[in-house]
């Protein structure tokens, strides 16, 4: 098995975030930097990697953990494109598909690909990095029902039902970053003061969302609830984000109802998971929250069975 | 009535736009400069308005046309305020709440009002320039139908119901808005390229808007029908704009239904309302555009209903 531990990295967008994992998969050490793939040129991720994991190779040596790296790392945009494997998709299809990278002093680490759904009608999605989350969140909780819808906010929210421990169909929701657009480059940033956030702004709107009319015309709401003094200049943020959560849970539970009524795992940081969490109980739903290390374990669990289906290199 | 005719000024945000009308309501003559009033600073407006009319108050000299200013000029944010009417309203309510400013030489020059509109749930709605236009259509064209549906696109789309010459209501949908934020400040322009207009794409995303999922959603395929080169870079900004148009539809379409059968009437720049034509009648609707001098037909009408109901001051 994995007697010299692993190396688990979730390499994004904007972060950098590594993780140091025991022969067991406990979890033993974190980096974390603002290293994501936006900032580095081509030829320069090696020279990342080593700065930011070369003392754990170090001191593992003569013995050398593996190495996998999830998220955006393995786009286009990335370290070397990791061609997505196709829904529906389990731990064994992504260990199987894994793609190495050269990163120095004879050794190599593993990509792993993102995940393409192709629905019967509209257009493709795709994700890089939750599905490894999943993974790991099926690891650490167990696939012991049917059927489980995940939800992971953030910048792109991604939503993806799993049976079985594979990932059926997932869809992409820019909800973070929509949100972001429309307060700071529309007219309704204007009236927006700072404050700390407002529950019952941010209850309101997603009461709101959903409503016939839509997003385009909730938004202007923003506005007039600020203009007539309706809700105060420091929650018109919160309430911006109640529509915009609000109009992404409409469509995700749309896309992928919740009949079995199954509790909803959330996975993201703190604040957000328990965010969407109050959002989902709102409308009735059942949410557990999981912000602990999934990627990594997710990470385990690929490399552990590239071991087991005996591919070539290491692990 | 109107001997000396009239000067409509269409006043908003970004534009400028005056109109000379004769005594029958016929325009004589137009200007139109990048004065909006974002750029202009308190105290200002006399100026700018006397730089852009200024020689049609001299060549009527003695005689002084009525100058009537409608749009955001009257907003909080420009030359004076001037209180929302509350819907429903018609003509004859605008008229009796026209409000005065000092032009200078003795003169004043009167503020169309804007309207608001207060549903029984839900917030409330504004619009500033917009009902003048539609005045302005309505005298045009005449108000020969029982009901009327409007639709003026842009920035900030206006969507109005007009029954027996009143607005009854009205609401906005952020479509200009968003697209841009969309197109520039987000991961989605990052494929698209410079191109002409993709009818295909256009109307590709019109059919697919709407769609489970929602516009968050949607938004997404953006990105994903161009990297697996389903759409071409040059056709992904028209794909957007048929998926943000398609929304701002189905919204308007529920708010308002089109049960009588009426054609829409699209108030805008020709190829502005040409493409909202396009997309109505792809939806089975009957359009029909009006890009003439709605605004300065609609102050004309104000005016004239200004004198006969016999208020202080000119008009």
Redesign the interface.
């Known amino acids: 098995m994995l007697e010299s531990g692993l190396i688990a990295v979730d390499w994004g967008t904007t972060g950098f975030r590594a993780y140091r994992l025991d022969a067991d998969g406990t979890v033993r050490d974190r980096v974390a930097a603002r290293r994501g793939i936006l900032g580095i040129t081509a030829g320069g991720h090696a020279d990342v990697l080593r700065e930011q994991i070369g003392g754990w190779l170090a001191d593992a040596a003569p013995a050398v953990p593996p190495v996998l790296l999830c998220g955006m790392i393995g786009s ?1 945009q990335g370290w070397q494109e990791a061609p997505y494997v196709s829904c529906p998709a389990g731990a064994e299809d992504l260990a199987a598909a894994l793609t190495p990278v050269d990163i120095g002093g004879g050794q190599h680490a593993w990509i792993v690909p993102g995940l393409a759904y192709h629905p019967p009608d ?5 994700i890089r990095g939750e599905e490894t989350q999943i993974l790991g969140a099926l690891e650490l909780r167990g696939a012991d029902v049917q059927q489980q819808l995940f939800c992971l906010p953030g910048t ?1 929210s991604k939503w993806a039902l799993v049976a079985d421990g594979r990932i059926l169909r997932f ?5 973070g ?2 949100f ?3 307060a ?4 309704l940033g204007r009236l927006m003061e700072d404050g700390p956030s407002d529950p019952a702004a941010f209850a309101l709107g997603l009461d ?1 969302a959903g ?11 923003v506005r ?2 600020g ?2 003094g ?1 809700i105060p200049a420091t929650g018109l943020r919160s309430y911006l984000s109640g529509l ?1 959560i609000g ?2 849970l ?3 539970l ?2 992928f109802g919740n009949d079995s009524g199954q509790a909803i795992t959330v996975i993201g940081a703190p604040d957000l998971a328990e965010l969407y969490g109050s959002a989902l109980r709102r409308r009735g739903l059942r949410a557990r929250l999981l912000h602990e290390d999934a990627a990594a374990h997710g990470c385990f669990r690929l490399a552990r069975l590239r071991l087991q289906l005996g591919a070539g290199g290491d692990p």
Do not use: N
Request: hydrophobic share 50%.
């Open positions: 286009r509209g257009s493709p999605d795709v792109h869809a992409t929701f820019m909800s970053e929509v972001a657009a429309l700071e480059h529309t007219i709101r409503a016939r009319g839509g997003i385009l015309h909730l938004a202007f709401s007039t609830e203009l007539f309706r915009v109009e992404e409409a469509g995700a749309a896309l």
